[in-house]
């Protein structure tokens, strides 16, 4: 009897694998087989474009409650399939507004997609879910359990924020902030089996933002743990949604830990005929070096225009370069951290490197006293290390006051990083300042990151009352709640009289003003970036 080798035995395991690449027609399904190594076989509505089935390595993931989709799912389109060179099987889905892609290449274990569209969904957000059965995969990376709701025993706010074992949770408590977002998963431990959402710089280009949105990554509800890529919504919208080719990005499968998306190679799409991929040869590069920011803080370049948004971190001399750009004229703004120091206008064209320095804007003021730093995030203020991942009504949470600060003797989380209205205002602020220091006018600088109802502050020195700054744009969404922070970045300068300061003790009082109030924690609120006394 001929015994072949473990060598020889595997060979011909792969082979056969490999074999197997290709799609079958069900009469109401395709049915792709990436001919993988770990073997990947994924089932695809002929009606609806919905993803039914998902086999990794012979094991059922799909939910059987629920599919996985673009959108809510797009309910009934035109769905075609077709191999590419033996290489790439490739579904597309169009609907008159919609064409999604769902891309399988020939050994690979990743589903690649990409989402066109010409008018933004009925339910107002644009993103992917994939839903995978909770009992197989139930962990979540990278934030763990925060965004895990299955096993809740109430709700704290609307039908999203629950508590389970006495911690507030919530899939909102998932989110990453879009430049550093290149993968998020679920898994489990036991054979170390994870399904990943992997983007990589041009995954984003066509979303809404900017390099610091967050959005829901993932959720393990109960029913089915759902995994994420959101491509726009209402969640702290800034800015309006583009339109246009969204991706490509990944729904990958592995057993051997979480893989990188940053540098996921996706330039296969230029051989695929997708509406609006935009090769490498088509697109052009901005480079320079960023300067007027300290060594302590993030150096982030950021470009966009009405098409296309694009992002790149500084090295420590302050020298970048753009990720692959569509051509055009962009806005491209240099953040210390995430607050805005800079913008200036450059042009992009294919094939080409287009230099622009960019500096940050100086001051003629003198500071005298600075509470937090000028860096657009609430970072170091009391519950800004907790704010990302649980409700502001969790026992984990310190007091929010109302507070004391006292320059030169207070912990920088003696200042909460929201103020309510009518729960934990005023904020005082006590300082002392010479002779020289009191005299003349002064300007109090306050810096917010997001408001919510209209909020802003109002603010007394010593006796003077100042005037009620206008009220920012409105967001319509909740923010400190859903753990977001960041919306238009305000700052109210107030123009303190000459006269009002005094030598020796001072105080600051700092109070929240807006013409309604809420619940609790949905009373109008404000995030603090830094305050500041300038002269």
Same mark, same amino acid.
């Given at each position: 009897?001929?015994?072949?080798?473990?060598l020889?035995?595997a060979?011909a395991f792969?082979?056969?694998?490999?074999?197997?690449?290709?799609?079958?027609?069900?009469?109401s399904s395709?049915v792709?087989?990436?001919?993988?190594d770990?073997?990947?076989?994924v089932?695809?509505?002929?009606?609806?474009?919905d993803?039914?089935?998902?086999?990794?390595?012979?094991?059922?993931?799909?939910?059987?409650?629920?599919?996985?989709h673009?959108?809510?799912?797009?309910?009934?389109?035109?769905v075609?399939?077709?191999?590419?060179?033996s290489?790439?099987?490739?579904?597309?889905c169009?609907?008159?507004t919609?064409t999604?892609?769902i891309?399988?290449r020939?050994?690979?274990?990743?589903?690649?997609m990409?989402?066109?569209?010409?008018?933004?969904?009925?339910?107002?957000?644009?993103?992917?879910?994939?839903?995978?059965?909770?009992?197989?995969?139930?962990?979540?990376?990278?934030?763990?359990?925060?965004?895990?709701?299955?096993?809740?025993s109430s709700?704290?706010?609307?039908s999203?924020?629950?508590?389970?074992n006495?911690?507030?949770r919530?899939?909102?408590?998932?989110?990453?902030r879009?430049?550093?977002?290149?993968?998020?998963?679920?898994f489990r431990?036991?054979?170390?089996?994870?399904?990943?959402?992997?983007?990589?710089?041009?995954?984003?280009?066509?979303?809404?933002?900017g390099?610091f949105f967050r959005?829901?990554?993932?959720?393990?509800?109960?029913d089915?743990?759902?995994?994420?890529f959101?491509?726009?919504s209402?969640?702290?919208?800034?800015?309006?949604?583009?339109?246009?080719l969204?991706?490509?990005?990944?729904l990958?499968?592995?057993r051997?830990?979480v893989?990188s998306?940053?540098?996921?190679?996706?330039?296969?799409?230029?051989?695929?005929?997708?509406?609006?991929?935009?090769?490498?040869s088509?697109?052009?590069?901005?480079s320079g070096?960023?300067t007027?920011?300290?060594?302590?803080?993030?150096?982030?370049?950021?470009?966009?225009?009405?098409?296309?948004?694009?992002?790149?971190y500084?090295?420590s001399?302050?020298?970048?370069t753009?990720p692959?750009?569509?051509?055009?004229?962009y806005?491209?703004?240099?953040?210390?951290?995430e607050?805005?120091?800079?913008?200036?206008?450059?042009?992009v064209?294919?094939?080409?490197?287009?230099?622009?320095n960019?500096?940050?804007a100086?001051?003629s003021?003198?500071?005298?006293?600075?509470? %937090? !730093?000028w860096?657009? *995030? $609430?970072k170091?203020?009391?519950? #800004?290390?907790?704010? @990302? +991942?649980?409700?502001?009504?969790?026992?984990r949470?310190?007091?929010?006051?109302p507070?004391?600060?006292?320059?030169?003797?207070?912990a920088?989380?003696?200042?909460?990083?929201?103020?309510?209205?009518?729960?934990?205002?005023p904020?005082?602020i006590?300082f002392?300042?010479s002779?020289?220091?009191a005299?003349?006018?002064?300007?109090?600088?306050?810096?917010t990151?997001?408001?919510?109802?209209?909020?802003?502050?109002?603010?007394?020195?010593?006796?003077?009352?100042?005037?009620?700054?206008?009220?920012?744009t409105?967001?319509d969404?909740?923010?400190?709640?859903?753990?977001?922070?960041?919306?238009?970045?305000?700052v109210?300068?107030?123009n303190?009289?000459?006269?009002?300061?005094?030598?020796?003790?001072n105080?600051?009082?700092?109070?929240?003003?807006?013409?309604?109030? %809420? !619940?609790?924690?949905l *009373? $109008?609120?404000f995030?603090?970036? #830094?305050?500041?006394? @300038? +002269?």
């Amino acid at each position: 009897m001929f015994l072949r080798s473990p060598l020889l035995a595997a060979f011909a395991f792969s082979c056969s694998v490999l074999a197997a690449f290709g799609i079958t027609n069900s009469g109401s399904s395709y049915v792709i087989d990436a001919g993988s190594d770990n073997p990947l076989k994924v089932t695809v509505n002929s009606k609806s474009c919905d993803i039914t089935s998902i086999l990794f390595r012979g094991e059922e993931l799909q939910s059987q409650s629920q599919y996985s989709h673009i959108s809510s799912g797009l309910g009934s389109a035109t769905v075609t399939a077709q191999t590419i060179s033996s290489t790439y099987a490739k579904i597309t889905c169009t609907t008159s507004t919609l064409t999604h892609y769902i891309v399988v290449r020939s050994g690979d274990s990743t589903i690649f997609m990409a989402t066109y569209t010409s008018a933004e969904p009925s339910i107002g957000e644009l993103r992917f879910i994939a839903r995978l059965q909770s009992s197989k995969l139930p962990l979540e990376y990278p934030f763990g359990s925060a965004s895990t709701t299955s096993g809740s025993s109430s709700a704290v706010e609307g039908s999203d924020v629950f508590v389970v074992n006495g911690q507030t949770r919530s899939k909102f408590y998932s989110s990453e902030r879009f430049i550093d977002d290149d993968v998020h998963c679920v898994f489990r431990d036991s054979d170390s089996i994870h399904a990943c959402m992997l983007m990589n710089p041009l995954s984003y280009e066509g979303s809404s933002g900017g390099p610091f949105f967050r959005d829901i990554n993932s959720n393990n509800a109960g029913d089915a743990t759902n995994l994420y890529f959101y491509m726009n919504s209402g969640h702290v919208q800034t800015e309006s949604y583009r339109m246009g080719l969204h991706g490509p990005y990944a729904l990958s499968f592995s057993r051997s830990g979480v893989p990188s998306g940053h540098t996921m190679d996706t330039s296969f799409f230029a051989d695929l005929g997708v509406t609006g991929y935009v090769a490498a040869s088509g697109r052009g590069t901005v480079s320079g070096i960023a300067t007027g920011i300290a060594s302590s803080f993030q150096k982030v370049l950021h470009w966009y225009n009405s098409n296309a948004q694009y992002w790149t971190y500084a090295n420590s001399a302050g020298a970048f370069t753009s990720p692959d750009m569509k051509p055009g004229t962009y806005t491209q703004v240099l953040y210390q951290g995430e607050f805005k120091v800079a913008s200036s206008s450059v042009s992009v064209s294919a094939g080409k490197t287009t230099t622009a320095n960019i500096a940050a804007a100086s001051s003629s003021k003198t500071t005298l006293w600075q509470i %937090g !730093d000028w860096d657009g *995030q $609430p970072k170091g203020f009391r519950n #800004a290390d907790k704010q @990302l +991942r649980m409700h502001p009504s969790d026992s984990r949470m310190g007091s929010w006051g109302p507070m004391s600060y006292t320059m030169g003797s207070s912990a920088l989380d003696s200042v909460p990083m929201a103020l309510f209205k009518s729960m934990n205002t005023p904020l005082t602020i006590k300082f002392t300042l010479s002779a020289a220091q009191a005299s003349g006018a002064a300007t109090l600088r306050i810096g917010t990151t997001l408001s919510f109802a209209g909020a802003r502050p109002q603010a007394k020195v010593n006796s003077w009352s100042g005037t009620t700054p206008p009220a920012p744009t409105k967001i319509d969404s909740r923010g400190v709640t859903r753990g977001a922070y960041r919306g238009f970045g305000e700052v109210y300068d107030l123009n303190v009289p000459a006269g009002t300061l005094v030598s020796g003790s001072n105080t600051v009082m700092i109070d929240v003003v807006s013409g309604s109030s %809420g !619940d609790m924690y949905l *009373q $109008p609120n404000f995030i603090l970036d #830094a305050i500041e006394l @300038l +002269r």
